[in-house]
């Protein structure tokens, strides 16, 4: 079964601070996804990785596969970016995804 | 739709009471997804459907869980005889093809069982 860790669980900023979310898995797997949950909010992904490294404005996410870890960054970060972010691996093909619990993040102005 | 849409957004039950969730996928996406998330925790998985084909129930916690998909589209998910450990944020998600294309959340219907 694959396990999924995240750190830190939370996490309070200040605003511009540069901030770095991370996310191991036990077993290989084919594609990681970064996703973003507001209080209240349903879940909105942010990410599908399967390697290397991608960006969208002020986000990036890293993956390394032989190490089984990936990194969600935020640059300049803002009280709007505040959210619990969860990393969730793909093992392959039609498996579900298994989560992490989550990393409360909180950005004070 | 342009999203996946679920329904009710908020729904309180008392204890014993039968609830009915629904999730609406984005069109042509084949596969369905639900998930349960207790407050704190990740979500878990609870069963997966391809078309109408239910293909792993593995995660529903009980037999008072039911999922159906009879025509390929829209999907509900049954409790029956609700407990008030089954307060939690029932999430649906669904994709093109397995998870990796297109992969899209709804945004959950937030159950709560007095």
């Known amino acids: 079964k694959n396990e999924v860790e995240q750190s830190p669980q939370n996490l309070t900023a200040q605003e511009g601070e540069f901030i770095t979310i991370n996310c191991s898995y036990s077993v290989g797997i084919s594609a990681l996804h970064w996703l973003q949950q507001h209080p209240g909010g349903g879940i909105v992904s942010l990410f599908m990785?399967?390697?290397g490294k991608k960006k969208h404005g002020r986000l990036i996410a890293t993956i390394n596969i032989q190490e089984k870890h990936s990194s969600l960054h935020i640059t300049a970060s803002h009280p709007r970016d505040s959210a619990v972010y969860i990393c969730?691996?793909?093992?392959?093909?039609?498996?579900?995804?298994?989560f992490g619990k989550g990393t409360r993040l909180s950005v004070i102005a | 739709g342009a999203g996946v849409s679920q329904s009710p957004r908020y729904k309180v039950a008392k204890r014993g009471q039968d609830v009915a969730l629904r999730c609406d996928p984005i069109s042509g996406h084949v596969s369905l997804f639900w998930y349960q998330q207790a407050l704190g925790q990740g979500p878990e998985f609870l069963t997966y459907f391809q078309n109408e084909a239910q293909l792993d129930k593995s995660g529903l916690p009980s037999d008072r869980f039911f999922a159906e998909r009879p025509e390929g589209s829209v999907s509900t998910l049954k409790i029956q005889r609700t407990q008030q450990e089954d307060s939690a944020v029932y999430l649906c998600a669904s994709s093109l093809a397995g998870q990796g294309k297109g992969y899209t959340f709804g945004s959950g219907t937030r159950l709560t069982v007095v």
């Open positions: 990785l399967s390697s």
């Open positions: 969730a691996a793909l093992h392959s093909g039609n498996t579900p995804l298994v």
